[in-house]
Every structure is written in structure tokens, then in C-alpha cells.
């Protein structure tokens, strides 16, 4: 995948996510910041927390940072999505699993 196409489907990926977290955050009490192509998400319950979302084109992936651990999803043409290749998840799946952890309640994102 060259650069333009990457970011193509990064920043169309990203979009959509921060729309759904955006409601997600009014609903459930978290903050999310943009900056450029970077999202943020601020928490202050149950524990203050921030989760760093933003693409890495050197590499074509999009980065996770988050629960201390960092995600890197890759491009996948047969699922038309970004995923965690580890363990098949896609962002809106692992972004759910990651904030559930966190708020200690089901999300679906």
C-alpha cells in the first residue's frame, strides 16, 4: 500500500471512530481530543487514564497506546479494515475490548 492510499483509508478509519467515540464520550464521561491526525481520550473515573490513537505511515499502521500496552493495527484487504493482527480485532473491536477494560462496563463502539 503506498503513502496517499494509506492515508486514505487511516483517515477515513479515524473519522468514523471519532464520530462514534465522540458519542460515546458525552455518554460515558470521557473526554476525546483531536489534534491533527491524532485522537486522544482523557478519563478521570474510575482512574485517570489517556489513550493515544494515531496513524504511524512509515509503517502503515495505526498505533494504540493504551492500558499500557501499545496496539498496532496493519491494513487488511480481506476484511477491508484495520486490525489487530495478534488477535484478529478490528479497530472498533479492540477500541470496545480496551474501553471496557477501562470504564469496567460493556462498550460497543
Known amino acids: 500500500m503506498d503513502e496517499h492510499d494509506f492515508r486514505k483509508k487511516c483517515d ?19 473526554e476525546v481530543e483531536g489534534q491533527g491526525d491524532k485522537l486522544e481520550l482523557l478519563f478521570e473515573e474510575p482512574e485517570e487514564a489517556r489513550f ?43 477500541m470496545s475490548r480496551i474501553l471496557t477494560q477501562q470504564l469496567g462496563n460493556p462498550v460497543t463502539v
Open 52 to 94: 493515544v490513537i494515531s496513524p504511524n505511515s512509515a509503517v502503515r499502521q495505526i498505533w494504540i497506546s493504551a492500558l499500557i500496552t501499545s496496539f498496532k493495527l496493519d491494513w487488511s484487504d480481506q476484511s477491508q479494515l484495520f486490525v489487530l493482527t495478534k488477535t484478529g480485532e478490528s479497530l472498533p473491536q479492540l
Open 12 to 30: 477515513a478509519a479515524l473519522e468514523s471512530l471519532k464520530k462514534r467515540l465522540l458519542d460515546l464520550g458525552d455518554e460515558l464521561g470521557f
